[in-house]
């Protein structure tokens, strides 16, 4: 079964440093890795998709790395600020065998970014 | 392009009522539809995949007539929680495939119910 680990659970920086997320997964027959942003009491916000072929994927001020076969991934900020304060998730999708697949979550890890 | 929005957003009821979440796919047609739940502090959890015009696939330990699934069109599933109880409160976020194209799924911004 597959299951999605996020460590640290939780993380506290001051602005302007650079941080890395990480995320490791048990089984590396997957399809897709997405990270997510989650604000309190709010819906998903997608930040990348990374497909298994893939490995790495840029936005902005993000990038999120993937090592399919170690079964891991990290989610690097740049340069932080206090806006990036949320809760980031990691989902990974396994193989495509059917039209619908459902996304498994790690827990999460919480970051504040003080001023 | 790609929203999908939950009506509720949230919503108080007494225990033993029932209430009806919906998940609409605003400007694509989604023939799989997915259900998850989070608890607080906790992840999204899948409850259920819905299907455009079959059964829903419930996933273990989820009560298929406690929580009631249609999706009778392209962009609209429909969650129903039956006589309802506090253990059931908890975020309610459905998520929507495309029928064609990008795989991604594309997420409701959620709905808060609360069971007093």
């Known amino acids: 079964k597959q299951e999605v680990t996020q460590i640290p659970a939780a993380l506290s920086v001051p602005e302007g440093e650079n941080l890395v997320l990480n995320c490791s997964f048990t089984?590396?027959?997957?399809?897709?890795l997405q990270w997510f942003r989650q604000d309190p009491g709010k819906g998903l916000t997608s930040l990348l998709l990374?497909?298994?072929?893939?490995r790495e994927q840029t936005s902005g001020r993000l990038n999120a790395s993937l090592d399919k076969s170690s079964g891991r991934s990290t989610l690097y900020i740049a340069a932080s600020q206090p806006g990036d304060s949320a809760t980031y998730l990691c989902?990974?999708?396994?193989?495509?065998?059917?039209?619908?697949?459902?996304?498994?979550f790690g827990k999460g890890t919480t970051l504040s970014v003080s001023s | 392009g790609a929203v999908v929005s939950q009506h509720p957003s949230w919503v108080i009821c007494k225990s033993g009522t029932s209430v009806k979440i919906e998940c609409r796919s605003l400007?694509?047609?989604?023939?799989?539809m997915f259900w998850y739940r989070q608890f607080p502090k906790q992840s999204l959890m899948l409850m259920a995949t819905?299907?455009?015009?079959?059964?829903?696939?419930?996933e273990q330990g989820v009560e298929k007539d406690k929580f009631l699934i249609n999706h009778a069109s392209l962009t609209l599933s429909t969650l129903t929680v039956t006589s309802a109880h506090p253990e059931d409160s908890s975020f309610y976020i459905c998520?929507?495939?495309?029928?064609?194209?990008?795989?991604?799924?594309?997420f409701g911004p959620g709905t808060r119910l609360t069971v007093t």
């Open positions: 998520s929507a495939q495309k029928t064609s194209g990008s795989s991604e799924q594309y």
């Open positions: 089984d590396s027959a997957i399809y897709n």
């Open positions: 990374i497909q298994s072929s893939q």
């Open positions: 989902a990974v999708r396994l193989g495509v065998w059917q039209a619908g697949t459902a996304l498994i």
């Open positions: 400007d694509f047609q989604a023939t799989t």
């Open positions: 819905s299907n455009e015009g079959s059964k829903a696939t419930y």
